[in-house]
């Protein structure tokens, strides 16, 4: 089992052309889901079976402050639909320094910012669900369909997980804060610097998917990999 990658999704040896985890036209962009952009016959899948994994959580977003939802796929198969294992897992967020550099001349300077629009998403999805129940079926009460606020519905329902992608401490214990703020269920992903926080970790007892040790710092924010 993979737990965290975006094979399918960024396209073995075609560049930009086959770059679909990172919607870089906007920072907060849940509405969008890992089937609409898996290519099934990426050859990468094919490899990683004959690796022996049979099973990958993959998905969008490791620049958007809200990337959209995981899916959980096997790897062997000519047609997503028919490679799921379950539809909807998780849904991605990120915290540091992917976002400050993908959208530092647009949206996001700071990791102060990146919060903020992860929290004012939640405020509005908060807001527009309860319009939603208010209406009870009522269509003549319904709020006007926004795709964003819906996507989150089902992480405010408990039904997924946020899916937080965060290296140093400062961003692990962003995406903790978050998530408490709003009673979300939340796993961390990458955890670079959790060999420098474990007594903090240990604490908020919480799923970790915890980076391979091996290879080079490749930015900053991982220079205490261990």
């Known amino acids: 089992m993979e737990a965290h990658c975006h094979i399918g999704l960024d396209g073995y040896g075609s560049g930009n052309a086959g770059a679909d985890y990172n919607e870089t036209n906007a920072p907060v962009t849940p509405q969008l889901r890992a089937i609409d952009g898996i290519n099934a016959m990426d050859p990468c899948l094919n490899m990683a079976a004959k690796a022996g994994i049979t099973c990958f959580a993959t998905g969008p977003g490791s620049t ?30 990120a915290f540091g320094e992917n976002p400050k550099r993908r959208y530092g001349d647009k949206k996001i300077a700071t990791r102060m910012t990146n919060v903020a629009l992860i929290r004012e998403a939640f405020r509005k999805a908060i807001q527009y669900k309860t ?8 269509i003549t009460k ?12 089902p992480v405010l329902e408990h039904k997924i997980p946020l899916k937080a992608h965060a290296h140093q401490a400062n961003d692990i214990f962003n995406a903790i804060r978050v998530a408490k703020e709003f009673g979300l269920d939340i ?8 060999h420098l926080i474990v007594d903090e970790l240990v604490k908020e007892n919480l ?16 220079h205490n990999k261990c």
């Open 64 to 93: 958007n402050a809200l990337g959209g939802t995981f899916t959980a796929i096997k790897p062997n198969g000519k047609r997503v639909d028919n490679m799921i294992v379950k539809e909807a897992i998780a849904m991605k967020c």
């Open 131 to 138: 319009k939603v129940d208010a209406a009870d079926g009522d």
């Open 142 to 153: 319904m709020p006007v369909y926004d795709a964003k606020c819906e996507a989150l519905i």
């Open 187 to 194: 796993t961390l992903e990458h955890v670079t610097e959790g």
């Open 207 to 222: 799923p970790l998917a915890v980076d391979p040790s091996f290879g080079h710092a490749s930015k900053f924010e991982m």
